[in-house]
T-cell receptor, first 115, second 110 residues
Framework: EPEVTQTPSHQVTQMGQEVILRCVPISNHLYFYWYRQILGQKVEFLVSFYNNEISEKSEIFDDQFSVERPDGSNFTLKIRSTKLEDSAMYFC?????????????FGEGSRLTVL | RKEVEQDPGPFNVPEGATVAFNCTYSNSASQSFFWYRQDCRKEPKLLMSVYSSGNEDGRFTAQLNRASQYISLLIRDSKLSDSATYLCVVKKGGGFKTIFGAGTRLFVKA
């Protein structure tokens, strides 16, 4: 069964450092997403990406965040200068062309710990 | 008002019980509705989509009331393996953003 894969599974970084989280969405999917979940809190939308550009983003997704699809398979989330409050589980998700079903397929997540 | 609101629970029920979760959403332009399940420290996974006419999948029944902007999930004959957090999820028509509720915790006890 095709799946969304994410790396790393866990990253520990110092405040102020840059972090890149990587995702390989399901191959025939066209819509890509990043969500985050702070421990014990809800799953929060960060950004959606379609046709090689950001389609929507939340207020959380400020100038410190960026996304890229550099090579047609990977989908990355970069945090330029991490803050303590960026510590969370980051989930990548993808969806196919059929928007009517709307099912998001999630990766297992990348846990980011900022010290 | 929160975009998607759920009772956080927890709901503690014995095996075999029937339990119902409710969810309300604020944006009347919402067009797609889902229930996802999330196990502790795992990724969300789709449990079922919610259709206007209501739909059933085995022990699970989902209902949608557009007039009241309300979605429900009924679980019959609860199993220990149903213990999880159930997430109400809403997508606005014509948009990409899919919004998650904070989830309702369910514990099924032997």
């Amino acid at each position: 069964e095709p799946e969304v894969t994410q790396t790393p599974s866990h990253q520990v970084t110092q405040m102020g450092q840059e972090v890149i989280l990587r995702c390989v969405p399901i191959s025939n999917h066209l819509y890509f997403y990043w969500y985050r979940q702070i421990l014990g809190q809800k799953v929060e939308f960060l950004v959606s990406f379609y046709n090689n550009e950001i389609s929507e983003k939340s207020e959380i997704f400020d100038d410190q965040f960026s996304v890229e699809r550099p090579d047609g398979s990977n989908f990355t989330l970069k945090i330029r200068s991490t803050k303590l409050e960026d510590s969370a589980m980051y989930f990548c998700a993808s969806r196919d062309l059929d928007l009517s079903t709307g099912e998001l397929f999630f990766g297992e997540g990348s846990r980011l710990t900022v010290l | 008002r929160k975009e998607v609101e759920q009772d956080p629970g927890p709901f503690n029920v014995p095996e075999g019980a029937t339990v119902a979760f409710n969810c309300t959403y604020s944006n009347s332009a919402s067009q797609s509705f889902f229930w996802y399940r999330q196990d502790c420290r795992k990724e969300p996974k789709l449990l079922m989509s919610v259709y206007s006419s209501g739909n059933e999948d085995g022990r699970f029944t989902a209902q949608l009331n557009r007039a009241s902007q309300y979605i429900s999930l009924l679980i019959r004959d609860s199993k220990l393996s149903d213990s999880a957090t159930y997430l109400c999820v809403v997508k606005k028509g014509g948009g990409f953003k899919t919004i998650f509720g904070a989830g309702t915790r369910l514990f099924v006890k032997a």
